[in-house]
């Protein structure tokens, strides 16, 4: 218990979001086909029930999931239309997470893979002050791009405003029931983080929008057509397609 009081108001400063409402679910009361992982259910996506509660959101319901007693999903964006993270859903089964991680690495990107908790891959991105949703989205569609994920990739929040009774999409939080936990961040290896190393490793890659914007811009063929950039990033081109790519390179190269 001193532990995670030690470390929970680094979680909640990483997590913050929507104060007014989160949803809850509770996997121990889940049947046994829901509690499966992944490769046990044939690569499929597994589906979690969720309850909203539309009360106010604090430390002791980030306990209680850290601890286990029921699951916590949180929405990234605030009354006021900013955010503090942002997520991109990497919904491919089944997933390799260093993939990804490694293409992060290679392009000096700071976001972070989290296994959710059907097995898949949820990469977060921490900013260091709040951030207009409506600046972040379009940052975070490029990312999506340049790793090579389809174009219809969810990205969280699913929406840059709040209207009247609007709740946007939760997130699952990971490191639920944390001395056990299924639902972990992954190192630059894409092993297991624990969750004082995870908190340690989430608070250095915290970044600005702007200087995450200016990585991306220092991407190699940043300014080339998105498709050879994409290509270069997730490390080249299938065998059979060199003389087209270098063709095409060269075309982009003489209209510069």
Same mark, same amino acid.
């Given at each position: ?9 680094? $979680?909640?400063?990483? $997590? ?7 949803? @809850? ?6 049947? +046994? ?5 992944? +490769? ?9 029930? #969720?309850?909203?509660?539309?009360? +106010? $959101?604090? =430390? ?24 503090? $993270?942002? @997520? ?27 296994? /959710? ?8 991105? *921490? *900013?260091? =002050?709040?951030?207009?949703?409506? =600046?972040?989205?379009? @940052? ?45 961040? #992954? ?8 969750? /004082? ?34 290509? #270069? @990033? ?6 059979? =397609? ?15």
């Amino acid at each position: 218990m001193q532990f995670v009081r030690e470390f929970i108001d680094i $979680f909640a400063d990483l $997590f913050r979001g929507n104060r007014h409402s989160y949803t @809850v679910s509770y996997p121990e009361n889940e049947n +046994e086909e829901e509690n499966k992982t992944i +490769e046990e259910n044939n690569n499929k996506k597994i589906e979690t029930k #969720y309850s909203y509660k539309t009360k +106010e $959101f604090t =430390q002791e319901q980030l306990l209680k999931h850290i601890h286990g007693e029921y699951s916590v999903g949180i929405n990234p964006l605030n009354e006021f239309g900013n955010i503090r $993270f942002s @997520v991109i859903d990497v919904d491919v089964y089944p997933t390799n997470p260093l993939k990804y991680i490694n293409i992060l690495i290679r392009i000096n990107l700071p976001l972070i893979g989290i296994r /959710s908790k059907s097995g898949g891959l949820h990469l977060f991105v *921490f *900013f260091k =002050q709040d951030t207009e949703a409506t =600046q972040a989205k379009p @940052v975070m569609k490029s990312i999506v791009q340049l790793l090579g994920l389809p174009k219809e990739t969810e990205i969280l929040p699913n929406r840059t405003k709040l209207v009247g009774k609007q709740k946007g999409k939760t997130i699952n939080l990971p490191y639920f029931r944390h001395k056990t936990t299924r639902e972990y961040a #992954y190192d630059a290896k894409g092993k297991k983080l624990e969750i /004082s190393d995870f908190l340690s490793y989430a608070k250095k890659s915290q970044i600005t929008l702007k200087e995450l914007t200016l990585r991306i811009a220092a991407i190699p063929l940043s300014v080339a057509p998105p498709c050879l950039q994409t290509l #270069y @990033v997730n490390g080249g081109v299938k065998k059979g =397609q060199r003389n087209i790519f270098l063709f095409n390179c060269a075309v982009y190269l003489k209209a510069r």
